[in-house]
């Protein structure tokens, strides 16, 4: 396929069309020459200690001193990880269901991926935006191949693509509706979202105690509940709303994911107003839902979309993936980043987006995340606590009528990482997307030999 037919097409691709496109893309790349640090890949995962390492309770204490405290951080000090597991400054191995707030999709120290990164380095790390590179752009090629858009910005992470892509929505409207004074300027947002803490986003963030102590943050946003189709449709007939920012699927908020019915409603109003529809998935995305893009299960396709967590294997980036009449209305000068879509960066995201897009891979994490929810409701039957399993793929909550913390603490001490969500009774499971099965058995056989501190934590109230 050429070149010029990757960037014809315009109408969206079922999975299986998508995949096959970014399949027949791989083999059709620029030749770069590079050099090797002759690094060896499969080194040993466990820590790579110095000769007087700090011990946990030290470097705990030199980052209270040192470091702004604008995290509640766990008390434990990560030195190195391999594939699904990790290993702190004293030697002790976790089972990471975390994957760093679902980031390292392809675990720790992927061969190909530490490759690529290692490769590149040797080459060149970075020019600006000043100038062309080849890896931003095959980056680029791959990322419209593989969906609905026909062109790419890059930022450095969710809040900054989201910030973005609140820009780019403004803009388009004006150059949409030069003969109006007041173009739509408002969005709307949904209940338990989570689009980032910068202040554009932060606007956008549905939780009042992230949003509070910045005010007056970005005016203009209105919250509705996740879900409700007509308050949805009544809101943007108005004519005011420059976009709507919804994630398929909410990560932070507790693990909901959208209707097919819902999402078509917004598309179907969006279209009829001019709207632009605004898919954030910075958690949801990439392969994490079982498919590529978690909005393809409905076959719903936005304006925008937003990615950024696994993108580039745990190396910064962000991505506003937009179709060509968004394009259109961006000129040189709207929107900018220093480090954005730097060679490095680039080249690791290609290497993940090569091994995720793999039909066979994302089968598999359909069938895990099936296996995963399936043995949890078995284990968890009858349990007085357990309200609800859900998720897809691999993003999976589950919903306690108890904070979840102690049950995280304890699970941690127990050798195996998992996080919360929502109003914090949620246990958040968003692991490496290569877990195998018999990891998954050990982390709910961990997850059940816990609960029974939920007791305790009821027992004291």
Known sequence: MSCSTLFSLK????????????INLRHTSYSVTTASLNLDVHSNPKPLLNENPKKSLEVIADEKKFVVGTYARVPVVLASGKGCKVYDVDGQEYLDLTSGVAVNALG??????????????????????TYYSVPQVELAKRLVACSFADSVFFSNSGTEANEAAIKFSRKYQRYSQPDETYPPTEFIAFTNCFHGRTMGALALTYKENYRSPFEPIMPGVTFLEYGNIQAATEMIQSGKIAAVFVEPIQGEGGIYSATKEFLQSLRKACDNTGSLLIFDEVQCGLG???????????GVYPDIMTLAKPLAGGLPI???????????AINFGDHGSTFAGSPLICSAAIAVLDKISSPALLAGISEKGRY?????????????????????????????????????????????LILTAGKGNVVRIVPPLIISIQEIDRAVEILIDCMPVLDDQVSTN
């Not at 962000?318 to 259109?328: I, Q």
């Open 372 to 416: 995963f929810k399936e043995l949890l409701v078995k284990k968890l039957v009858g349990n007085p606590h357990m309200r609800e399993v859900r998720g897809s793929g691999l993003i999976i909550g589950v919903e306690l009528d108890v904070s979840a913390a102690p049950l995280v603490d304890a699970c941690q001490r127990s050798g195996l």
């Open 11 to 22: 109408t969206p691709l079922f999975p299986s069309a998508a995949v096959n496109r970014l």
């Open 108 to 129: 720790h120290g992927d061969p190909d991926w530490v490759r690529a990164v290692t490769e590149q380095a040797n080459v060149l790390t970075h020019v600006s935006n």
């Open 318 to 328: 962000g991505a506003v993936l937009v179709t060509e009449k968004v394009a259109r």
């Open 288 to 298: 994490r839902s079982g498919y590529l893009w978690a909005h393809e299960a409905c």
